[in-house]
């Protein structure tokens, strides 16, 4: 049997022929692409159970925004404290991240995610419960906890388990329920401002919880990562994994190859943790290039006031003209549907344009909306116009974030790094973001009270001007290589040979969109 292409291209026809082992090529055929498909959905699968720890970190951001409001009411708290219980979560975070990569590296990504939720859970249940501003803070200690672990590990899972021509799709997984979670903090808001303020805060944080459920069902069907057990020598387990996520069977036996010759260089049961704290604290040339992409880009993601924007909307748009609190929670989830919106739009495109493309439109984007509420908030509030204005620059801003550096960042940390570095520096990268953001919440009414709120973001358009070269130095194309090739890449004298992209090139993706 002969196959034919009909005029419409795609779709096959067959036709007779004296050869029966062409009849045996197309059985082969539509098999692989049974298998195709059927590998694909068992990965996107994984991803989505694997990202939904990234859900409570975006329902607190969200939440956080309005029952702050109410918080301070009830418990009476000072500005100082305000800061403090809102920025206090990044920061704690930090300890999580720094924990996760020694944690995924001695029981698995899986029960790392695992065990991440129920930190955060523990710490939901005490803030919604918690009598006064002491005990809120335990609750929320032990709440960044668990975030810095489950930001650190999903993105690596999702790397390992992704086939390379899908890899950055599904590595976006993690920062599309986050920004999920961020919308649902947002209806939540509004839909329980009308009750008490004793009780509505509480409700609140309290409907965090809820994920712990689909977290716990999705124990029993996600696999360990497939590179962690060949690093503990678990090769047939390894191999069982990939005959799941790969697209060809044919090439499971080639793709454990290069994963155990990734991970050969070190013995995974005798590689100690001090020899790769030491690589790391002591890097080679390419190693200090991969920390310099995946840490800068991780900490530009946070000092571009991504978080002030999110979780001080509602003082935005007071000092925009907005009055009553029901008015100022609606005009937020608006700013929640766009960041969702947009960050679906990144996933369609990160793997068919490119990491580099979508971070120059993003980080430009930014840097305009950014300097754009600046001039509005400084000499535009308190009118109609002005609150238009503002409205339409902090949505453009979450738009731009969310379709460039927002999931990007995650995407670029967990595939850069050699397989026997890679917990252990993206935890360093997921550091740097938690610190960052906190630094930028714990300070943004403070500095807004000195600065105005207008000067404070003109200061994030100035930090998102430099991202932009930032980008454009030190930031390689990874589109369309396996890990194993972006590490090979690093290890250059030039890791953006052949990767480099002209800002030239954003027009014509501007021009496409």
């Known amino acids: 049997m002969g196959?034919?292409?009909?005029?419409?291209g795609g779709v096959l026809k067959y036709k007779?022929?004296?050869s029966d082992g062409m009849e045996e090529d197309v059985a082969v055929l539509c098999e692989?692409?049974?298998n195709d498909m059927s590998s694909r959905k068992y990965v996107l699968v994984c991803a989505i159970f694997a990202s939904l720890n990234s859900v409570l970190l975006g329902y607190d951001v969200g939440v956080m925004s309005?029952?702050?409001?109410?918080?301070?009411q009830d418990l009476n708290i000072s500005e100082v404290q305000e800061e403090v219980l809102v920025g206090i979560l990044s920061i704690v975070s930090l300890l999580g991240s720094l924990a996760g990569g020694r944690t995924s590296d001695a029981i698995g990504r899986k029960w790392t995610m695992a065990f991440a939720a129920i930190v955060f859970q523990s710490g939901a249940l005490i803030m919604s419960l918690a009598p006064d501003f002491k005990v809120l803070m335990i609750g929320r200690f032990l709440a960044g906890i668990g975030i810095g672990f489950g930001v650190m590990i999903a993105p690596v899972y999702i790397a390992e388990i992704s086939p390379t021509v899908a890899r950055g799709s599904f590595t976006s997984f993690p920062e599309i329920f986050i920004n999920l979670g961020i919308l649902l903090g947002y209806v939540s808001n509004y839909a329980f401002s009308g009750l008490s303020p004793h009780i509505n805060w509480r409700v609140m944080l309290g409907v965090g919880i809820l994920p712990s459920v689909f977290i716990g069902i999705a124990l029993f069907v996600i696999p360990e990562s497939p590179r962690w057990l060949v690093m503990k020598n678990r090769i047939d387990?390894?191999?069982?994994?990939?005959?799941?996520?790969?697209?060809?069977a044919n090439e499971v036996e080639e793709r454990l190859a290069?994963?155990?010759?990734?991970?050969g260089h070190v013995n995974a049961e005798k590689y100690e943790e001090k020899a790769v704290w030491r690589e790391l604290l002591n890097p080679s040339p390419g190693v200090r290039r991969m920390l310099i992409t995946g840490c800068g880009i991780q900490c530009f993601q946070q000092v571009t006031g991504i978080d002030a924007t999110v979780y001080y909307s509602p003082t935005i748009f007071k000092d925009a003209g907005i009055k009553g609190n029901t008015q100022l929670l609606a005009a937020t989830v608006a700013v929640g549907f766009t960041k969702t919106i947009f960050i679906l739009i990144a996933i369609l495109l990160i793997d068919k344009v490119g990491r580099k493309p979508l971070?120059?439109?993003?980080?430009?984007?930014?840097?305009t909306c950014l300097f754009g509420l600046g001039l509005t908030l400084s000499l535009l509030g308190n009118g109609s116009v002005g609150i238009k204005l503002a409205i339409l620059c902090v949505c453009g801003n979450v738009a731009f974030f969310s379709v460039g550096i927002g999931p990007i960042c995650w995407v670029l940390t967990s595939e850069i790094f050699p397989l026997r570095l890679r917990a252990q520096a993206s935890a360093l990268g997921a550091v740097g973001s938690r610190v960052s953001s906190g630094v930028v919440a714990m300070s943004f009414l403070s500095v807004s009270r000195m600065i105005t709120v207008g000067g404070t973001f003109f200061v994030f358009a100035a930090i998102s001007a430099l991202s932009v070269a930032f980008v454009h130095k030190c930031v390689p194309e990874t589109k369309g290589k396996s890990l194993e090739e972006i590490e090979m890449m690093f290890q250059n004298d030039r890791p953006q040979q052949g990767g480099e992209l002209e800002l030239e090139d954003v027009k014509h993706l501007m021009q496409t969109q």
């Open 3 to 8: 196959i034919q292409e009909n005029g419409n």
């Open 32 to 34: 692989e692409k049974r």
């Open 237 to 248: 387990e390894a191999r069982l994994v990939l005959l799941k996520t790969n697209e060809n």
């Open 359 to 367: 971070l120059y439109v993003s980080t430009i984007g930014m840097t």
């Open 258 to 263: 290069e994963i155990q010759q990734a991970a």
């Open 16 to 18: 007779r022929m004296d």
């Open 66 to 72: 309005g029952a702050i409001i109410f918080i301070q």
